[in-house]
Each structure stands twice: as C-alpha cells, then as structure tokens.
C-alpha cells in the first residue's frame, strides 16, 4: 500500500501560477504517480501521469501548461502549472502504485490515492 498526500492548492488568477506536490510514502520505491482532477458535476480526469515506460501522458487540455515532474529520492511528484485558466478549477488527486507497471494508474484504477489539495481559478 502507498500513502500519499498532496499540498500546495490555492486560488490564483487566470493566468497565474501554482505547483502542486505529492509525497508518497511505501515500502519500496514509487515509479508511478500522477495527477488526477476532478470538478463539481463533472467525472474525474487524468491530468498528467508517468507510463510504464517512463513517459510523460498528459491531458489535452493541460498540454504545453502543466509539467509533471519527481523526486524519486525524496518520493516527491509534482505539477507545475502555468497560465491557468478557470476551467483548470478543480480538485487535484495524486495516485501512485508499486511496481513498474503503470497500466493501472493510467487507467485511473490505482488503489492508492491522497485526499486533494483544491485548486481555483478566477477569471
């Protein structure tokens, strides 16, 4: 099992900046983690995940705004995320799971999952 647990949510402007943080805490190494989202009314969305491989997959909406990055020696994951834009307002999930198979994760099936950090946009 892997505890995780994020911060660093807040309310920004449009346009503004914020980065998220995800410490995962297990019993060995984490190679999968990511972000997830998800707004009132509306189903929860992959934001930016590592593959199995080790590539980045990130939504279209967040492309060329969000960075996913990571700290495996300090089991840290992050999200930079610039120009946000309203439409960004929601609450940010970190998930991870064991192992080097990422499938899960991707998919959106991992077991283990933070309580959120809100993020809100103002226009």
């Known amino acids: 099992q892997v505890h995780v647990e994020e911060s660093g949510g807040g309310s920004v402007e449009a346009g503004g900046s914020l980065r998220l943080s995800c410490h995962t805490v297990a019993r060995f190494r984490i190679y999968c983690a990511g972000w997830f989202r998800q707004a009132p009314g509306k189903s929860r969305e992959r934001v930016a995940v590592i593959d199995s491989d080790g590539s980045f997959k990130y939504a279209d909406s967040v492309k060329d705004r969000f960075t996913l990055t990571n700290d495996y020696m300090k089991s840290m994951w992050y999200l930079e995320m610039n120009d946000l834009k309203p439409e960004d307002t929601a609450m940010y999930y970190c998930?991870?799971?064991?192992?080097?198979?990422?499938?899960?994760?991707?998919?959106?099936?991992?077991?283990?999952w933070g309580r959120g950090t809100q993020v809100t946009v103002s226009s």
């Open positions: 998930s991870a799971d064991l192992g080097r198979n990422c499938a899960d994760l991707v998919a959106g099936r991992s077991e283990s």
